[in-house]
């Protein structure tokens, strides 16, 4: 790497397509928001010659923000793809989105690629965040490189970056993410910074200067070499610790000269094994240079040293049916097995998925077995449908051109499938397949939301279908306790970019209102009622007493109607009407308008008329009943209570245990997890953590997840019912 003259960069007149799984790299973008990652896939397109100087595609859009949303929040919110082509290897980088709230186009991006491409500003370091995507990268072995960026900041070290890499991603090896290149610096202008201007190659000892607009090889002087002395011995060592010749470590040590070739392919391997993690220096390309520094440098590491399709394990495939299904990965001619990872919709063209191919061949106008399941509890519904794929093309921003294939191991745009859904499988009609979804974060933040006018609410359900079909880290719904729409989202972001979208297209206003949690009531203690429904206006009267008892039960107990009626003093066959009755008032409420629960109702006697009781009577006189001993003893509010798991860093424990306890949240245990992370189990009730999405993202600067599931409905302490009912029945 670092000492071969490249003469065939990618057309940008044409689309970019791959006949072989060995010419595909698929390489994901990670990092931090403002970390450079879009600038930097521009300059990589504007260096491979995919893009006009301007580093834009022909048609004047940038090359991988493709969504007027992104451009009116000025911050990237979805996976994007840019192919490139260098050395006949065609490179497809998926630039993900650098804000917690778009995590999920993250794990897509994660799922699509064979390597990631973790990029870190000097000036802003690593954050935590960024930590935790490594290591789950570093769990399943995924090949990593990182890329330091913003080496034009005055307060830019790239020494100093390269240490804290090490620290923060090296945790087991710190000799296993070393430098490849050290920047050169320019002479200092008048405010005594000096630019980065070139590089020199640690192994190849050569000198590349980018300040003539076009990269230039050269030797270092004399004077240079001896400060690259440590960093190369260094890089050596570390590239011979991870070979697979075990003498050459002791060879080294005994005075052998290794040879450089050598010493790149030992890098190579290592590298696409995920045992080795190159640091590698970045800068964007000014109006004058066509070429951003380290931008060669880095589509070399990609097409020589990631990995290509075939060393991607394939995922999990059965038969629709569960049965397992190996199968060769990554074999063009094997059965068409394929994946969408994004999915969006066009003004002009309708609903287009991207898909990565991870068996067989995919070509235009192909009926496939779409199959989606898994998602029930997010609006998903599980689908199993044959549809004929429409045209394929590769994306440059707002461009499309078409391409004839997509083999094993690439990625590519199908128009057309309408019921695809991000995540769905796509395979061959006569032989349907499944693929294991990815892991996707859980929306843990609430919106509720209505439709503004009336045209918005016959708009409402498709546009709402659309939108979690294109983001299943969404989650729709129907709420049947509160009447409430309520979108699950990741965070406030999040739930701005789908009211946004909903409206710009989908062409749906909706009003945001507070989101209700489902109260319950029951009784305090035990009462009795009596409920007399007796009218005669001429006609057919009606006549029903009933007298009921009740008693509260323990909770999850719901309501039980027990029947003591002794002597026929109710009709046996109004005895189910006055249970009828009673129920249907619970469901309403007896005080707050919340359902009665965990409540015992005893009939013990009544009164019937032989001619104008009826069952609507009785319904109304078990009702009327339940009211009456609902007036005569205390009612208690229920709120629901969520057991609460939070991972956390061990250095946020305390921060967190406090603001649990803050929110009346009672602390069961905690445990520690590795790898200085702890759980934390709490019982947590519903009312405090509405927000808790957005403030343990705060509290842990972005470095813990919590899970939440329903665990019972328990009485609310009076301070808080009493502040509730103060409300004006406004209750959440």
């Given at each position: 790497?670092?000492?071969?003259?490249?003469?065939?960069?990618?057309?940008?007149?044409?689309?970019?397509?791959?006949?072989?799984p060995a010419s595909v790299r698929n390489v994901v973008l990670v990092g931090p928001s403002g970390s450079g990652k879009t600038t930097l896939v521009e300059a990589l397109a504007l260096t491979a010659g995919a893009v006009n100087r301007?580093?834009?595609?022909?048609?004047?859009?940038?090359?991988?923000?493709?969504?007027?949303?992104?451009?009116?929040?000025?911050?990237?919110?979805?996976?994007?793809?840019?192919?490139?082509?260098?050395?006949?290897?065609?490179?497809?980088?998926?630039?993900?989105?650098?804000?917690?709230?778009?995590?999920?186009?993250?794990?897509?991006?994660?799922?699509?690629?064979?390597?990631?491409?973790?990029?870190?500003?000097?000036?802003?370091?690593?954050?935590?965040?960024?930590?935790?995507?490594?290591?789950?990268?570093?769990?399943?072995?995924?090949?990593?490189?990182?890329?330091?960026?913003?080496?034009?900041?005055?307060?830019?070290?790239?020494?100093?970056?390269?240490?804290?890499?090490?620290?923060?991603?090296?945790?087991?090896?710190?000799?296993?993410?070393?430098?490849?290149?050290?920047?050169?610096?320019?002479?200092?202008?008048?405010?005594?910074?000096?630019?980065?201007?070139?590089?020199?190659?640690?192994?190849?000892?050569?000198?590349?200067?980018?300040?003539?607009?076009?990269?230039?090889?050269?030797?270092?002087?004399?004077?240079?070499?001896?400060?690259?002395?440590?960093?190369?011995?260094?890089?050596?060592?570390?590239?011979?610790?991870?070979?697979?010749?075990?003498?050459?470590?002791?060879?080294?040590?005994?005075?052998?000269?290794?040879?450089?070739?050598?010493?790149?392919?030992?890098?190579?391997?290592?590298?696409?094994?995920?045992?080795?993690?190159?640091?590698?220096?970045?800068?964007?390309?000014?109006?004058?240079?066509?070429?951003?520094?380290?931008?060669?440098?880095?589509?070399?590491?990609?097409?020589?040293?990631?990995?290509?399709?075939?060393?991607?394990?394939?995922?999990?495939?059965?038969?629709?049916?569960?049965?397992?299904?190996?199968?060769?990965?990554?074999?063009?001619?094997?059965?068409?097995?394929?994946?969408?990872?994004?999915?969006?919709?066009?003004?002009?063209?309708?609903?287009?998925?991207?898909?990565?191919?991870?068996?067989?061949?995919?070509?235009?106008?192909?009926?496939?077995?779409?199959?989606?399941?898994?998602?029930?509890?997010?609006?998903?519904?599980?689908?199993?449908?044959?549809?004929?794929?429409?045209?394929?093309?590769?994306?440059?921003?707002?461009?499309?051109?078409?391409?004839?294939?997509?083999?094993?191991g690439d990625l590519v745009c199908v128009a057309k499938l309408g019921r695809a859904e991000t995540g769905d499988t796509l395979s061959a009609k006569d032989d349907p397949l499944l693929m294991e979804p990815w892991r996707m974060p859980?929306?843990?933040?609430?919106?509720?939301?209505?439709?503004?006018?009336?045209?918005?609410?016959?708009?409402?359900?498709?546009?709402?279908?659309?939108?979690?079909?294109?983001?299943?880290?969404?989650?729709?719904?129907?709420?049947?306790?509160?009447?409430?729409?309520?979108?699950?989202?990741?965070?406030?972001?999040?739930?701005?970019?789908?009211?946004?979208?909903?409206?710009?297209?989908?062409?749906?206003?909706?009003?945001?209102?507070?989101?209700?949690?489902?109260?319950?009531?029951?009784?305090?203690?035990?009462?009795?009622?009596?409920?007399?429904?007796?009218?005669?206006?001429?006609?057919?009267?009606?006549?029903?007493?009933?007298?009921?008892?009740?008693?509260?039960?323990?909770?999850?107990?719901?309501?039980?109607?027990?029947?003591?009626?002794?002597?026929?003093?109710?009709?046996?066959?109004?005895?189910?009407?006055?249970?009828?009755?009673?129920?249907?008032?619970?469901?309403?409420?007896?005080?707050?308008?919340?359902?009665?629960?965990?409540?015992?109702?005893?009939?013990?006697?009544?009164?019937?008329?032989?001619?104008?009781?009826?069952?609507?009577?009785?319904?109304?006189?078990?009702?009327?009943?339940?009211?009456?001993?609902?007036?005569?003893?205390?009612?208690?509010?229920?709120?629901?209570?969520?057991?609460?798991?939070?991972?956390?860093?061990?250095?946020?424990?305390?921060?967190?245990?406090?603001?649990?306890?803050?929110?009346?949240?009672?602390?069961?245990?905690?445990?520690?997890?590795?790898?200085?992370?702890?759980?934390?189990?709490?019982?947590?009730?519903?009312?405090?953590?509405?927000?808790?999405?957005?403030?343990?993202?705060?509290?842990?600067?972005?470095?813990?997840?919590?899970?939440?599931?329903?665990?019972?409905?328990?009485?609310?302490?009076?301070?808080?019912?009493?502040?509730?009912?103060?409300?004006?029945?406004?209750?959440?």
């Amino acid at each position: 790497m670092g000492d071969k003259t490249h003469t065939h960069p990618g057309a940008a007149g044409r689309a970019m397509t791959a006949d072989h799984p060995a010419s595909v790299r698929n390489v994901v973008l990670v990092g931090p928001s403002g970390s450079g990652k879009t600038t930097l896939v521009e300059a990589l397109a504007l260096t491979a010659g995919a893009v006009n100087r301007a580093g834009r595609v022909e048609d004047g859009g940038t090359v991988s923000d493709h969504d007027d949303i992104e451009h009116r929040q000025h911050r990237s919110v979805q996976l994007s793809l840019v192919p490139v082509e260098w050395d006949g290897i065609k490179i497809n980088l998926l630039d993900t989105p650098g804000y917690a709230d778009f995590v999920g186009e993250l794990r897509a991006g994660l799922r699509a690629a064979d390597a990631a491409l973790f990029v870190v500003s000097a000036s802003d370091g690593v954050d935590g965040a960024t930590r935790m995507v490594w290591e789950e990268c570093q769990a399943v072995g995924m090949p990593r490189a990182l890329v330091v960026t913003h080496l034009e900041s005055a307060r830019a070290d790239f020494e100093e970056m390269t240490r804290a890499c090490a620290e923060a991603f090296g945790a087991d090896d710190p000799d296993a993410v070393l430098p490849l290149y050290l920047p050169l610096r320019g002479p200092a202008g008048p405010d005594g910074h000096a630019p980065v201007t070139g590089l020199v190659g640690l192994l190849s000892q050569k000198l590349f200067d980018y300040s003539p607009g076009e990269r230039k090889e050269s030797e270092p002087g004399e004077d240079q070499l001896p400060g690259l002395e440590e960093a190369r011995n260094r890089l050596i060592e570390g590239i011979i610790a991870e070979s697979e010749d075990e003498t050459l470590m002791d060879r080294y040590l005994g005075g052998e000269q290794v040879d450089v070739k050598t010493l790149i392919e030992d890098l190579e391997r290592a590298v696409a094994r995920g045992t080795f993690h190159p640091v590698l220096a970045a800068a964007p390309a000014t109006e004058d240079a066509r070429q951003g520094l380290g931008t060669v440098e880095l589509l070399e590491l990609i097409t020589r040293g990631f990995p290509t399709p075939f060393e991607h394990p394939m995922p999990d495939v059965t038969d629709l049916d569960g049965t397992p299904r190996p199968l060769t990965p990554c074999d063009p001619e094997g059965p068409l097995v394929a994946e969408v990872v994004k999915t969006s919709s066009d003004p002009y063209v309708g609903r287009i998925s991207l898909v990565r191919v991870f068996s067989g061949t995919l070509r235009p106008d192909d009926t496939v077995h779409v199959s989606g399941h898994g998602l029930a509890d997010r609006g998903h519904e599980d689908h199993d449908v044959d549809e004929k794929a429409g045209a394929l093309s590769m994306a440059f921003g707002k461009q499309q051109r078409p391409v004839e294939q997509a083999v094993a191991g690439d990625l590519v745009c199908v128009a057309k499938l309408g019921r695809a859904e991000t995540g769905d499988t796509l395979s061959a009609k006569d032989d349907p397949l499944l693929m294991e979804p990815w892991r996707m974060p859980d929306p843990l933040l609430p919106l509720a939301i209505q439709a503004h006018s009336k045209p918005d609410e016959d708009k409402l359900s498709l546009g709402l279908s659309r939108l979690v079909a294109e983001d299943p880290t969404m989650r729709l719904e129907q709420n049947q306790d509160t009447h409430q729409v309520v979108l699950w989202c990741l965070g406030e972001a999040h739930a701005d970019v789908a009211l946004e979208r909903l409206r710009s297209r989908y062409g749906v206003q909706v009003d945001v209102v507070p989101h209700k949690v489902p109260l319950r009531e029951t009784f305090a203690g035990r009462a009795a009622g009596r409920g007399r429904h007796v009218k005669q206006s001429g006609g057919h009267g009606q006549y029903a007493i009933c007298e009921i008892e009740v008693e509260p039960l323990p909770g999850g107990s719901g309501i039980e109607f027990v029947d003591k009626v002794v002597g026929g003093a109710v009709p046996r066959q109004f005895i189910p009407s006055v249970e009828k009755g009673v129920r249907a008032q619970a469901a309403k409420g007896i005080a707050a308008g919340h359902p009665l629960v965990d409540v015992r109702v005893t009939l013990l006697d009544g009164k019937s008329h032989s001619v104008d009781s009826s069952d609507a009577a009785f319904q109304t006189a078990g009702a009327l009943a339940l009211r009456e001993a609902a007036a005569e003893t205390r009612i208690h509010l229920l709120e629901p209570v969520a057991e609460v798991s939070v991972l956390i860093p061990d250095d946020y424990v305390g921060a967190v245990m406090s603001d649990l306890s803050s929110r009346r949240g009672r602390v069961l245990g905690t445990e520690q997890t590795g790898a200085g992370r702890t759980l934390i189990r709490a019982e947590v009730p519903e009312f405090e953590i509405g927000r808790y999405a957005i403030d343990l993202r705060s509290l842990s600067h972005g470095t813990a997840t919590f899970s939440r599931a329903y665990a019972r409905h328990e009485p609310m302490p009076p301070q808080v019912a009493e502040r509730l009912r103060e409300q004006d029945g406004d209750t959440p």
